[in-house]
């Protein structure tokens, strides 16, 4: 027991999380935003015309969520940085997954430090 306690709190602190939240370093979350508009937003942008609809990801996020959950990546709050990076290296449905040639793994964590910015 005492093991796991000890274990948790290295991986929190290696992780630099609080309680789940992702502590960003500065100037991550402004390279995450150039990154992020670069590769996701031409699915993922929030578009006015029609809640998204010409938006594969912000469609298929809106279909999903009916409501629950803003469509655009951007604008959610409970994103965490681990489940974006799952998401980018692996692909979700129509989502392709993305390359260490296209997607570095220190940009993938400035994308997820952005997406993640507003987790509660
Ligand atoms: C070609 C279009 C496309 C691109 C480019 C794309 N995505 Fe997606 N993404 C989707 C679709 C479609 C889904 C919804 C899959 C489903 O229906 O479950 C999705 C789902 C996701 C989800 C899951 C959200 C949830 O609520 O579970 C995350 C996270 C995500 N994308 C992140 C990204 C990131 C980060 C990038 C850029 C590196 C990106 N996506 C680029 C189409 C795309």
């Known amino acids: 027991m005492k ?8 991986v929190a602190g290696l992780c630099g999380t609080v309680g789940g ?8 979350i402004a390279r995450g ?5 670069y590769w996701c937003a031409t699915c993922h942008a929030g578009d006015p ?3 998204g609809r010409y938006l594969p990801g912000t469609a298929s996020l809106n279909a999903k969520y009916k409501g629950d959950r803003p469509g655009a990546l951007a604008d959610r709050t409970d994103l965490l940085a681990p489940y974006v990076k799952l ?7 129509a ?5 260490k040639t296209e997607i570095s ?8 430090a952005y997406l993640a910015r507003n987790a509660k």
């Open 87 to 93: 998401v980018i290296r692996r692909g979700m449905e």
């Open 49 to 51: 015309r029609e809640g």
């Open 21 to 28: 939240v992702f502590a960003a370093e500065p100037g991550q």
């Open 95 to 99: 989502m392709p997954f993305f390359r």
């Open 33 to 37: 935003q150039e990154k992020y508009e």
């Open 105 to 112: 793994d220190a940009e993938m964590e400035d994308i997820a």
């Open 3 to 10: 093991k796991t306690i000890a274990a948790v709190g290295i």
